[in-house]
């Protein structure tokens, strides 16, 4: 008869290996037994902290909270090229707004969703009135660092990342700061990353450089470029990567940091560029390959993009989103016998309504492309029967109803003239909406 394992190493090969309820629960009884087991403590308090790990280097989208309460003072009208609330200030040989998607805050939809683009953190006002478009939190995708020494740095993750109480995890960091003598770096972070949690960026600005001053390190950077990023001063941000860079060269997080920010600015490409040294640096990257690919699509060169596409399915990544890429690029590389097929599995591997009506909407444009029109009407209604907030097919069905002759308003010169005008003011150098406002201007010439 084989002795049993031991209940904390037990307990730890389920960390190990990712069950960290497992490994929780495990701990809680051996707690049970033994009150005062400080390494069932901390690896109980590390389990439940992983359960909800986010990463917190990742740059945050503006909130609604954020928008509606910030008292920062940043200027009204800044110069092009360094601010990312004005949109199209820096188109440098880019696709232009007319061809890329954009978001509602006016920049270019990423190759990549990342976990900086999805609402859901816990204790936030976008948790609380999400709608369903919104309602999927970002799976962790890194480790936290790996600082688990003592009690205390573990009770600070868990009161920070599981409780989300940033009020007392930050006294407990002043703490041991205190204790520390002010010299070390780490605790310092912490103080910064509580700091910023609660929008007091210039604050978390003095821990981070004061934790650089004793200790540079790659995170303290990024955090550092968060605070910049929040304080829209894109342009010091790339600044302080590139002094990363001097201290640790080749580095894939802050290669991929710049070449976010450049695609923030609508410089795609000059994140194409970056984009590229990072792949040099790792070439198995998804989300540098991910974002060239999408940056060759909408540049008109879908067969260069369809390369990037098949290498992240050779890598094993195979979800709904990469299939409906695929589709897409194969229709039009003129890869026929490869578009439905890329749809069909799109379809089968679409994980809520959301992705559906996308795949539906896409779906839609290949119909229009081969002049199918009665198709075309007919994968806009699934798209909206799925998502019946989706803009696009909305706008889509009604292009192919006026087709058809059923306009329920004609006539109506002066509210489209306004909108025109919004158009214009939105993105100046769109063609259409001059030869509509030229139009108009006719129109009203002759009455």
């Keep these: 008869m084989g002795s049993e394992m031991d209940p904390l190493l037990l307990a730890w090969s389920y960390f190990r290996r990712r069950k960290f309820q497992l490994c929780a629960d495990l701990c809680t009884q051996m707690l049970e037994k033994s009150p005062y087991d400080q390494a069932a403590w901390i690896l109980k308090a590390r389990a439940l902290t992983e359960m909800v790990y986010i990463d917190e280097i990742d740059v945050d989208q503006e909130g ?87 009690l205390g740095t573990a009770l600070f993750e868990y009161i920070f990342h599981h409780e989300n109480d940033v009020k007392t995890a930050l006294d407990l960091a002043a703490l041991s700061t205190e204790h520390s003598q002010y010299k070390d770096w780490w605790w310092k972070v912490q103080i910064g990353k509580c700091y910023y949690r609660l929008g007091m960026y210039r604050e978390a600005e003095k821990q981070f450089k004061s934790a650089l001053k004793q200790q540079e390190m790659v995170d303290t950077f990024l955090y550092l470029a968060k605070v910049y990023m929040s304080l829209d001063q894109p342009v010091t941000a790339l600044n302080l990567f590139k002094q990363g860079l001097d201290k640790f ?15 923030e600015m609508n410089n795609s490409s000059s994140a194409a560029e970056y984009y590229k040294e990072v792949l040099k640096q790792d070439n198995t990257h998804v989300e540098a390959i991910a974002c060239i690919g999408s940056n060759h699509f909408y540049s008109d060169q879908p067969e260069i993009a369809l390369r990037f596409y098949r290498r992240l399915l050779q890598m094993g990544v195979y979800n709904c989103q990469l299939l409906n890429n695929l ?5 039009y590389a003129q890869q026929y016998d490869m578009t439905l097929t890329s749809f069909e599995r799109a379809l089968s591997l679409a994980e809520n309504e959301e992705e559906t009506a996308d795949v539906w909407y896409n779906l839609g444009h290949i ?52 909108a025109a005008q919004k158009a214009e003011a939105a993105f100046p150098d769109h063609v259409d909406t001059q030869q509509l406002i030229k139009q108009l201007k006719q129109h009203f010439a002759m009455l």
């Design 367 to 418: 119909a229009v492309g081969i002049g199918d029109v009665n198709l075309a009407h007919q994968c806009f209604r699934l798209a909206l029967v799925n998502n019946n907030h989706h803009a696009e097919a909305y706008n889509n069905l009604a292009v192919l109803e006026m087709r058809k002759g059923h306009v329920e308003q004609i006539g109506d010169l002066q509210r489209s003239y306004v």
């Design 327 to 331: 589709g897409l690029c194969c229709f």
């Design 249 to 263: 060269p080749g580095e894939v997080t802050l290669l991929c940091g710049i070449a976010r920010i450049y695609e």
């Design 64 to 150: 609604i909270a954020e928008m509606i309460l910030d008292e920062n003072a940043i200027a009204q009208v800044p110069r092009p090229g360094t601010s990312l609330k004005l949109p199209g200030t820096n188109q440098t040989g880019g696709p232009s707004q007319a061809i890329r998607p954009i978001t509602q805050a006016g920049r270019p939809i990423t190759g990549f969703l990342r976990p900086s683009t999805q609402s859901g953190r816990p204790g936030t006002m976008e948790q609380a009135i999400r709608t369903p478009r919104t309602a999927y939190t970002a799976r962790p995708i890194t480790s936290s660092s790996g600082r688990f020494i003592r």
